[in-house]
Structure formats: C-alpha cells, structure tokens
C-alpha cells in the first residue's frame, strides 16, 4: 500500500511503469478479495431491514449514513498522506468522481427498486444485468466473444441467482409500483456495471485507498440533497447507531476497499461474477438469524451460484 501510494504522484512518463506491476496482486488473490467483498456486502440486507424497522430512515437516508460513516472512517485513515489523493484527483478526475457518483447512483436506485417493486426483481435484475453488461462490454473492446467456461459460468450464476431469489419469496407480493421498481433495478444494474468498468480503470492507476476514499466521499455528496429533504434522524438508540456503523465500516470501507484491490488484477466481469456470492450470503444470514426454512429451488440455486463462483475462482486466467 505504502508502495502504491505515491502512484498519484508520479509523472505522465512514468504512468506506463506503474501500469505494469499492477496484477502483482495475482489473480486468485484478487478474486478472494473481491469474494470477500461479496461476502460482506451480502451483511447489507439483514442490517438495512433491521434499521427500517427500528427508525424512519428512507432507503436514501440509510445509503447516505452507509457512505458517509464509510467516508468519515476512510478520510481519517487517509488524513496523514492527503496529498496522493489530491494529486490522484488531479490526475483521474473524470474517472474518481465517476465511480463516487455511480456508487451512490446505482444505491439509491437499487433502495428505489426494492421499496418500488420488491426485493425479488430489484435482486434480479440489478445484480442479473450486470454481469452480462460487463461481458458485452468487454467482448466489444476484445472484439471476440467470451470463452465457453465464462459464458457456462455466467449463464450458471444468473440461473442461481434468479432461483434463490425467487424462492425467498412472491417477488410481487410487496411491489406498489412494480413498472417503475422494474426500470430503478435495470437502471441500477447499468450503474453498477458502468461503475465497475470505471472502477477497475481507475483501480489499476490509482492506490486503493485513495479510491476507495475519494469514491465513498463523492457517493454521499451525491445522495445528500435527497437524503436530506426525506429527512435523516435518528433515534439515539445503541443498536441502530451500531447497525449504521457496520454498514459504514463493514459494508463499504472495509468491503469496497477489497473489491477495487481485487479490481487491479481480474476483470470486471470475473468481478461482477463473483460478486454473485454477495445474494448467497445474504440467504444464508435469514436462514441463520431469522430462521428462515432452505426451501429445494434455495439449495439448488445456491449450488448454482457456489458452482459459479468456483469456475471463477479455479480458472482466473480466462
């Protein structure tokens, strides 16, 4: 880290030279991070339901204490070398303010979808379309298509995914406006896609921790005038503070800073496949805390997504 740190910092002739050592990671240490990632952001559901039910907070005003708290922790971490990050946004502006502002674009609209159409198609759609977006975006730059254990592991993961998520429950049973929580989940999945190839842009010429930084700063400066006009009190109570507190530190310092050193040695599809194991987690954590039942369509899907995740992971080099 320390090495990368002075990357911002280095003149336009020496660019090329930093570019090299970036997938010095290794790609399956890469992938673990970004499954670590995953994992962790699978935490996100039980966290945010439980804040729901014990405040007034809207899905933006949670989205906004999650990056903010994020950002608060990641500028203290950072507060003794501003001057790479400085010198980073200088550097990549277009690139660091465009994850920042798509990680909390594609939030809020994810929070927009679930609360509009339901937690099964916002799950769907937003986390199902990424992937393929990635992969299409990828293959038009290579100008050739994907090879075949790629594409069986996509197909696989979207599979899984759809079955877990369906099988949690009646994806319409809670969707008051489900044509406009349809249009917030694709919309949030070109977000998160879209963020993802910048990420990976940016996570191979600039320090993580100045982007992981620099993006969670600029994610809470987006969601603030909205979050702010619903309103963002919050009861002095220990657990939802603590729970505020997890998704800040847990769910996007810790979580994000994983996934964008992942980033500098794997591709964003491989990344946004693997980020599939983020929904299993989260059926595993009912299923542990709220005692919800493993139904057969559950255990099938979340083979699929395990199988996914280890063709990923057992063949980084495709």
């Known amino acids: 880290m320390t090495r990368s740190s002075s990357l911002p910092s280095s003149t336009s002739t020496s660019t090329p030279r930093r570019l090299r050592p970036a997938p010095s990671v290794g790609a399956r240490r890469g992938l673990l991070y970004v499954t670590g990632a995953a994992v962790l952001w699978g935490t996100t559901g039980v966290a945010v339901q439980l804040v729901r039910e014990s405040t007034t907070l809207t899905p933006t005003g949670i989205g906004f204490y999650r990056l903010a708290i994020g950002a608060l922790v990641l500028v203290a971490l950072v507060a003794h ?115 993802t190839v910048l990420s990976r842009h940016a996570a191979r010429r600039v320090a993580t921790m100045t982007l992981t930084t620099v993006s969670a700063v600029v994610g809470a400066l987006t969601l603030a005038p909205v979050a702010l006009a619903e309103g963002i009190g919050v009861p002095a109570r220990l657990a939802p503070i603590g729970l505020l507190v997890h998704l800040g530190v847990v769910t996007t310092a810790v979580a994000y800073a994983l996934f964008y050193a992942g980033l500098r040695a794997v591709t964003g599809s491989a990344a946004a496949l693997v980020t599939l194991a983020e929904p299993l987690t989260a059926v595993l954590l009912a299923v542990w805390l709220v005692g919800e039942s493993l139904s057969v369509p559950m255990v099938v899907g979340g083979v699929l997504l395990l199988g996914a995740v280890s063709v990923v992971q057992l063949a980084p080099g495709k």
């Open 81 to 195: 070398r501003l001057g790479p990050v400085l010198a980073a946004l200088r550097s990549q502006p277009v690139a660091l303010v465009g994850v920042g502002v798509g990680l909390g674009g594609y939030q809020a609209l994810y929070f927009l979808a679930v609360a509009a159409g339901g937690v099964g198609v916002a799950t769907v759609v937003s986390l199902g379309i990424a992937p393929v977006l990635i992969f299409g975006w990828e293959s038009l730059r290579a100008r050739r298509l994907p090879g075949r254990t790629m594409l069986g592991a996509l197909v696989t993961g979207v599979a899984g995914l759809v079955l877990i998520t369906v099988s949690v429950g009646d994806p319409g049973a809670t969707a008051p406006r489900p044509l406009l929580g349809l249009l917030a989940a694709f919309g949030s999945g070109v977000g998160y896609a879209a963020s």
